[in-house]
């Protein structure tokens, strides 16, 4: 008998992604998906007022997970407390605090961020009181993220670096306060030489893989809109930088995704 392992796909937005191609029907793009050998998703919320869409999707199907949380970049809308994001993560397939994290790159003439700082931390002390662990979006700004990170004891509940596309250094840290670190599309460019040598080095028992669905496509499917089947075109460039059998990559991806949030 054929045990097929599968893979996850730790990161995407599949209330975002473009179903077109699927006849508008989100369970014909996750068939797709699963086709293509994936068979876990979690789908990240990004604010407050979309919590519901993702929720649903999550309920809707067993190999949906979801998290809460309200994106560094978005200034509008509901702020979420501490108490707020401890009681949407209390209900079913919630497994996750996010994203959350710092992002200077769309905010480079803005002298103030005490805001999104302010929310990274009220993220954190969510998390560690939920036992959710975190999400964490990072750009142009790690060292504030790596700083808070420990000044807020995240590594008492732990989490991911999505899309990770930092240096080494960055990663190091990352990985000393237990967290994992995902790699997306950004892996597959011939540009990311300095992230290639990050993914691999990085140890097998803490990475992940993700597509940040609807962004960030992998090559060969590089500027179309993503979707989660093409994880398997960022599973597949791991297996190359690291030298080692892409099925051993899907296992160990989707392994350390159920360790992390304790599935
Ligand atoms: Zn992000
Ligand atoms: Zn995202």
């Not at 480079?108 to 931390?121: L, V």
């Not at 840290?173 to 290639?196: H, M, R, W």
């Not at 075109?233 to 051993?248: F, G, P, T």
Request: net charge negative; aromatic share 8%; charged share 30%.
């Amino acid at each position: 008998m054929k045990t097929s392992v599968m893979l996850t796909d730790s990161h995407c937005h599949l209330d975002k992604v473009d179903l077109t191609p699927f006849d508008g029907r989100i369970e014909n793009m996750l068939d797709h998906a699963r086709q293509a050998g994936v068979s876990q998703f979690l789908c990240v919320c990004i604010d407050m007022e979309h919590f519901e869409d993702v929720h649903r999707i999550a309920r809707d199907f067993d190999d949906v997970y979801c998290s809460v949380g309200l994106h560094p970049t978005h200034q509008d809308g509901m702020e979420p407390d501490v108490d707020t994001l401890v009681r949407f993560s209390s209900q079913d397939h919630v497994i996750a605090t996010g994203e959350t994290g710092l992002d200077n790159f769309h905010f480079k003439n803005d002298a103030d961020m005490t805001w999104q700082h302010d929310r990274f931390r009220t993220h954190i002390r969510a998390a560690r009181e939920s036992g959710k662990p975190l999400i964490i979006h990072t750009r142009e700004a790690k060292e504030d993220t790596i700083r808070i990170l420990r000044e807020e004891k995240a590594d008492e509940v732990g989490g991911v670096m999505h899309c990770f596309a930092e240096d080494w250094e960055t990663a190091q840290k990352a990985l000393d306060l237990g967290f994992y670190i995902s790699f997306s599309g950004i892996v597959t460019f011939n540009s990311a030489k300095e992230l290639q040598q990050v993914a691999q080095k990085v140890p097998e028992d803490r990475m992940l893989v993700e597509t940040d669905s609807p962004w960030l496509a992998p090559t060969p499917n590089r500027g179309k809109p993503n979707q989660p089947a093409y994880v398997k075109y960022v599973a597949e460039k791991m297996a190359e930088l690291r030298q080692c059998d892409y099925q051993h990559i899907v296992k160990t991806t989707t392994d350390n995704f159920n360790t992390l949030f304790k599935l």
